[in-house]
């Protein structure tokens, strides 16, 4: 019988057998090559975190408490983001693909997948399994474009997974002159210098005020801008802030971490934007907005892909998102090199996802082969 990695209780993943149910006219099955989750927002899930778990309501626009009667009902669950794989059967009207295709698509960590066979996309010529799985962090990136980054802008990308590196290649093509990278881990660092930032900093490093790090790095050349005197207005105190040149114009946060979100803000130079990818599941401990966000004034902008309609519809659509960055990957110019590590087999994948949890600095995005 094949398997499936699945959570049977919070933090708890362990390889369960099942059966194929049969194909539906226009399902198909795949045999699974390939596969990795999604180490940010799918944890949360993996987790059962109560606070970042609510439901959200369309009609009303708002997030609702969690009814304390679902508390623990949505395990056993299935983990995993993408998987790549072979077509091994079709349905009965089943006619986008035939027997031994290779397709991609948001499928759990499994053995074979069953689904309608508009889930599945035809894997490009020239884009391998691991840049295939990357298509989701790529999607997720590309909403920066609604800070927007303008050429010569300079950018920092707070926290360095597989959604923060993207942003720091998607930074650099849409013409910023400078990207900062920030991260603690070493590793990601490296990976992000390999991929065009021009400066990776410890936020450690930085005596864990890595916001006013990167206002020393920055300033277009000036290292101590003239300030003006401040001028009582009407019986107002001016402040001089907007004088000052120093900042980012544009930090991206992927971490997820509030400290980061406000160091991000920090960063920021006057009137500059903060574009936040992240989804924060619980409180803001760490989050100072009676500092430079109240007086630098920087815009904060929530960029998702899935919210729609996006800014600039209807020229822009997710459909054009996820056909550009599949372009890109494909193509080379979003590059994945040393991002899918590590890389193990599907035997070993209930361990290895609770490494991701537990000691997230031994990984960047897991990989899961089904092949020998």
Avoid at 4 to 17: C, D, W, Y
Avoid at 119 to 128: H, Q, S, T, V
Avoid at 172 to 189: E, H, K, Q, T
Wanted: proline letters at 9%.
């Amino acid at each position: 019988m094949p398997r499936e990695l699945v959570a049977i209780a919070p933090r708890t993943p362990v390889l369960r057998s099942y059966e194929d149910e049969p194909l539906g006219p226009r399902q198909i099955r795949i045999r699974t090559e390939f596969a990795s989750p999604k180490h940010g927002t799918e944890l949360v899930g993996y987790r059962n975190d109560p606070a970042a778990s609510r439901p959200y309501d369309p009609a009303l626009g708002a997030v609702m408490p969690r009814p304390a009667t679902t508390a623990g009902a949505v395990f056993p669950r299935r983990l995993g983001n993408m998987a790549v794989g072979v077509v091994t059967g079709l349905g009965s009207e089943a006619s986008r693909f035939k027997v031994g295709d290779r397709v991609f698509g948001h499928f759990p960590i499994r053995e074979t997948q069953t689904t309608e066979e508009t889930n599945a996309d035809p894997l490009p010529a020239g884009l391998g399994p691991g840049a295939a799985v990357c298509l989701d962090p790529a999607v997720m990136a590309l909403p920066i474009r609604d800070a927007p980054i303008k050429l010569g802008d300079e950018v920092a990308v707070f926290g360095l997974g597989a959604i923060g590196l993207m942003a720091v290649q998607l930074a650099r093509l849409a013409g910023a002159a400078r990207v900062i990278a920030v991260d603690p881990l070493p590793n990601r660092r490296q990976l992000a210098r390999g991929y065009g930032a021009d400066l990776a900093l410890d936020p450690a490093a930085a005596g864990g005020d890595v916001g006013l790090a990167i206002r020393r790095h920055t300033g277009r050349g000036v290292a101590s801008p003239a300030v003006p005197p401040r001028r009582i207005i009407g019986g107002y105190l001016e402040e001089a802030s907007q004088a000052s040149q120093l900042g980012v114009d544009v930090a991206v946060e992927t971490s997820g971490s509030i400290p980061a979100l406000h160091q991000a803000i920090r960063a920021t130079r006057f009137g500059g934007t903060v574009a936040v990818v992240s989804f924060y599941g619980g409180g803001a401990p760490g989050l100072f907005l009676g500092d430079e966000f109240h007086v630098n004034r920087p815009r904060l902008v929530s960029v998702r892909a899935q919210s729609l309609p996006p800014p600039d519809a209807p020229g822009w659509t997710l459909e054009r998102l996820v056909e550009l960055a599949l372009a890109w990957l494909t193509s080379g110019k979003l590059q994945t090199a040393g991002m899918i590590t590590p890389i193990v087999p599907f035997t070993d994948s209930a361990a290895a996802y609770r490494e991701i949890d537990e000691h997230p600095e031994r990984s960047i995005k897991l990989g899961i082969s089904f092949t020998d």
